[in-house]
């Protein structure tokens, strides 16, 4: 078999992609995550009479706790694939990381297992979040003088 009739045969059983019906998807989904943020953040500042900022952890936090949770239900999984790009938020895709590796070391035991490879998939980010926020604190500290 030649390479053209090859690249036909794959073109033809590729499936095609829906740009347009992906990102509407993600942008509705995406909106109801924002805008479910939105209500959290609102109800802890009334409900729990905190500031705004405080308030705004405990939406990350919650939002993190609800991505654990339907990782390990192996629900998440299964949401990205139906909603695509929507639910890769950084705090959640991050949530999923951690608790999905967690999850498949789980069987090695809490050191070895979990404690070891918990940060398999999460080590780079929060190490180049750690640099990176040292670095522009100082550049942040030589500029402004503090």
């Known amino acids: 078999m030649n390479k053209n009739k090859y690249k036909e045969i794959v073109n033809r059983n590729t499936p095609k992609e829906e740009c347009f019906k ?43 706790a609800i991505a654990s949770i339907l990782t390990a239900l192996g629900i998440f999984d299964v949401l990205v694939t139906k909603v695509k790009a ?6 959640t895709g991050f949530a999923h990381s951690m ?13 070895l297992g979990i404690g070891t ?6 080590g780079t980010v929060i190490l180049y979040g750690v640099v990176s926020v040292y670095v522009f604190g100082l550049i942040r500290l030589l500029t402004i003088g503090g």
């Not at 909106?31 to 009479?49: K, P, Q, V």
């Not at 929507?86 to 705090?91: D, G, N, S």
């Not at 608790?99 to 498949?104: N, R, V």
């Open 86 to 91: 929507a639910l890769f938020i950084p705090i």
């Open 22 to 64: 992906n990102g509407i998807i993600a942008f509705l989904v995406g909106g109801t995550i924002g805008a479910l943020g939105e209500l959290l953040l609102r109800c802890y500042m009334m409900w729990l009479n905190l500031p705004r900022k405080e308030s705004g952890i405990l939406v990350t936090l919650t939002f993190v």
């Open 99 to 111: 608790t999905s590796a967690a999850l498949e070391y789980k069987h090695e035991g809490l050191v």
């Open 117 to 122: 490879n918990i940060f398999k998939l999460a």
